[in-house]
């Protein structure tokens, strides 16, 4: 027997090799980066020795996202969780409601200094009173007033500024208060209510199309209550995007899974990637607050925008340095949050959830509109789905490209603008921070100048959809494609101006005008 | 499934789908955005053409970009909406 297996061993082994001499380097790179629908993996990974392999990887990927700046979140606590969601597939939706959703009513609260027992379980249950409630109301949606039925969002919203208001009228700093003690934990319920609000909305969309009467409150927690994606954006959007995209099959469940750890090793290469970009052109090295300068022989010494604009009121550096840091900068913003989704998204994948990415090659985009799908995609879906297609279907039917023009400016200026003044109210509530506007002009301005741009990269990308390609040599292509990319990256390396944490109107302007030679 | 409809979809589908990708390579169920066939923005034109041809009114139940995944769902869509 020991003779012709050898035999079939060294022919596979020849055709192997055979096989490998015949890759060319992009075809190799392409067998490396798509390995998660590699056939003979996917046959490993459910093996219970791959299987073994894989959940270890996860453990190890997972363990070390506490070093995966700027992950906000230690992931490890998913683990048993992945786990179980594997062994019981047909329960993954309450387990992860349950399970997910604890975890981050735990996190918040414990953020939110909420220590006292009691309070905690009140607050808890307060939090998923609020949910029970609007969940009761998307599901009897049909009965609702008409003024109601015709416009959920905004009466959603109306009720959020209530609460905002009655916060507004009490004590500056009722929070620290113990004589304050009851209107501080039912603040806590207005905070969650805001930070929830765009994932109650999606839950008053099913109760609109009807899709929530065929599902149970605990299966509207895995995004109601977020721990994966601890911000306020959805990502992986409403449950009539996510059911769909559930695996079903153990191979479907596995092709998720591995997608999820290539999403995850990504997420740990772009890390070391801004280590590079940091010890090379910003002169920093290490993260969470231990940060050591390297010797400026070794690196260029950039600036992030908000020190590049804060120094340039004392002195201007050269224009190639103001340059170079505008670009790099974006670059390195576009790869942080490149990380963050990554990590949400291949969690996510973990689960048996076939999403898309958030980030998808974003800095390869030739047009602003395609640059905008690709960088923050559960954001521009957020917007699209409550500010673009509302408005998109009801004003100007009948004149096309105003219709176009209203529904952009309606999503990527006005609903842009509106959810970042949102998301400072939540400082208000959660901090008592000052209510402040003056960041707000400047990010005013950055959300008009989006929504221009990406309406004329609409209407262009129309022009061309359906015409024939023009046959042109590889050289000129690949210059026209760069030259285009060039574009891409200048306007939003510009844009971002207008769009970092220190924003103020004029000093962002004045700095613009001053990389341009134009002082005053 | 109506096939009078069937022509219509796909006769609409090849004016704005990748000249380089021909319709006939996918199925009636692959995901239209998925195979590369269209863009994000082409929807907004499969919207134009379910209101005027088929005189759906989305305005009142908003959209679901899941009805609008496939050629089969969008065929079940005017199944169910069609005026």
Redesign the interface.
Known sequence: MSAPSQGTESVRALRTNEKYAQMTPRSLYQSVAQFHENPQLLAFSITPKGNLVLWATVLVVLGLTPYLSPVPLPYLPLFPLLILAQQFPARRIEMMGFGVGGLFLFHRLVQLHVTHLFWFVLDAALVVGMLYIFFTIAQSFARLPRLVR?NPQIFLHLLLWCGILVLAGLPAGFREDPSWVIASNLSVCCLFFAFLIWRIGFML?SG??GSIQKTGFVDHLIYCLPYLGSTQVPYGKGL??LL?KLAESRLDLAKAQLAGVKLLLLAYLWRIILLVLDVAFFGTFGTHGQIVDVPSPLCLRLYHIDGLIDLSTQHMPTMAIVWASLIVDMVYETMQLAIIGHVIIGCLRLFGFNVFRNTYKPLLSTSL??FW?RYYYYFKELLVDFFF??T???FF?HR?RLR?FAATMASAFLGNFYYHLLQHFDGFIESGEALSFVKFYSYFFYSFVLGIGIFIS?LR??NQ?????VASSPGRTFWVTLRKIAGVWLFFSMLRIWDHPGSAFMQDTTFFFAIWGIHF | MDTQNRDKVIRFLK???R??LPIDRISDDDGLIKSGLI????M??I??FL?SEFGID???????P?ELESIHKILDLIERRAK
């Open positions: 015709n969309y609109k199309r009539d995007y769909p509109i395609n799908n297609f509302p998109y279907l009801s039917k096309p176009i609409i990308e129309q959809r359906g015409k024939p390609v | 004016t704005i789908t000249p380089d863009d994000s923005l082409a907004l034109e919207i134009d209101e989305f305005s009142e139940t908003g959209i679901d899941v």
